[in-house]
């Protein structure tokens, strides 16, 4: 069965799949509705056949949405916005992947999931009556980034708008920040009820990330990491396994990540987001049918199975501001491409939206796959940038 597939607000880790989806014959439309179309992974949508939209906006989505399917005769719709659930109104015959409104909450009502998994029995952070420093302060709904609050107590940092934003106790709330030995993701995937887990590691650097300081809302180096100790391992697992079985439960289709902390032999719930990793250009290594099957027909296994235990990452750092991303290398040697690509003046770039690494003020990316044959890292030191960093990561 060919499709016809809208896809709404993709998430750039999942863009392999989509090209998979070209391949294999069905149509693909992308929409264009929150990215400046400049993106490297839009321009290699262009060249395998996949339809780049520029008229569905975020501010009349579910009008242009619905115009749009009737237009095209769209028979699926995969959605990867926790705030654009399927309208009731729409046509019921859609093939539909995404999040319904109860699952969707997981993201955009923090303090509703915080307290949801509290009552599973896991651990979560104090609530403070105000503000201390240090302490974190977490938006009560809609999506929005985790603060932790430094010296200057007034200001919590806004990722998404890359500014800080007054303290707002109707729309904040306040937990004790723990200084943890260990912070953790559960990356996992949920389909009609029953989830599978992909992956657990340790995130680096990330809280450092989220220190309210307009003048520094990225860090010089952020990673992941094996978790090594079988004994953590288990107690990651055990928590994250009773958050995910009532995730599950609130129905729905998607991949997501749950994130962390350990610290004293305990596990402390942080937050829960209803999408992938965007920025970490962590893929999904399955072909397009496959990816379909996962989520249509309630194997969410397929797609966490289908990651590997170990998969090689490396970081690259361009030698001088605007060398030229050797695009080429990916395809000479069968290496996933990485996200944080534009295309600036018809040239590859590395992208400062989806930067990963930073070293001497030059910002780097990271190339994931199931392996990188050293030939590429060879023809990648040869080329105008450098191998920064390379490690193993995992389950």
Avoid at 113 to 129: M, S, T
Avoid at 285 to 298: Q, T, V
């Amino acid at each position: 069965m060919m499709r016809k597939v809208l896809v709404i607000d993709y998430g750039l880790c999942n863009f392999h799949n989509l090209i998979e989806l070209a391949k294999e014959g069905h149509q693909v439309w992308v929409s264009n509705s929150s990215k400046t179309g400049k993106e490297a992974p839009f321009q290699y949508y262009l060249s395998n056949g996949i339809t780049i939209l520029d008229d569905i906006h975020y501010g009349d989505y579910c009008n242009d949405v619905a115009r749009f399917v009737d237009e095209k005769g769209i028979d699926t719709i995969l959605n990867f916005h926790p705030d654009f659930v399927v309208p009731h109104y729409w046509k019921t015959d859609l093939d539909y992947v995404g999040l319904n409104t109860r699952s969707a909450h997981t993201e955009t009502k923090k303090l509703w999931c915080r307290n949801e998994v509290e009552k599973l029995g896991v651990r979560v952070p104090k609530f403070l009556n105000e503000i201390t420093i240090p302490c974190v302060v977490k938006p009560k709904r809609d999506q929005g980034g985790i603060a932790c609050i430094d010296r200057n107590a007034q200001l919590v940092l806004n990722e998404e708008q890359r500014q800080t934003v007054r303290f707002d106790p109707d729309h904040h709330y306040i937990e004790e920040y723990i200084d943890h030995d260990m912070e953790v993701n559960v990356d996992f995937t949920v389909s009609q009820g029953k989830y599978a887990i992909a992956y657990a590691q340790q995130t680096l650097g990330e809280g450092d990330t989220k220190l309210a300081d307009s003048q520094s809302w990225w860090i010089n180096k952020t990673g992941s990491a094996r978790i090594y100790d079988e004994k953590d391992m288990n107690l990651i697992l055990s928590n994250a396994e009773k958050i995910l079985e009532w995730v599950a439960s609130l129905g729905g289709s998607f991949q997501g990540h749950l994130t962390g902390l350990v610290k004293d032999g305990e596990y402390y719930f942080s937050e829960l987001n209803a999408r992938q990793e965007t920025s970490n250009s962590i893929p999904t290594y399955c072909n397009g049918e496959e990816y379909l099957e996962s989520l249509f027909n309630g194997k969410p296994h397929i797609i966490s199975d289908a990651r590997p235990w170990y998969q090689e990452s490396i970081t690259v750092i361009p030698k001088y501001p605007d060398a030229e991303y050797p695009f080429h290398l990916h395809e000479k040697h069968d290496v996933l491409i990485p996200c944080g690509l534009d295309i600036i003046d018809g040239k590859y770039r590395v992208s400062l939206q989806y930067r990963d690494e930073t070293i001497d003020g030059r910002v780097g990316i990271k190339v994931i796959d199931k392996e990188i044959p050293m030939e590429f890292i060879e023809d990648m030191k040869a080329s105008d940038f450098e191998v920064w960093e390379e490690f193993t990561s995992g389950k």
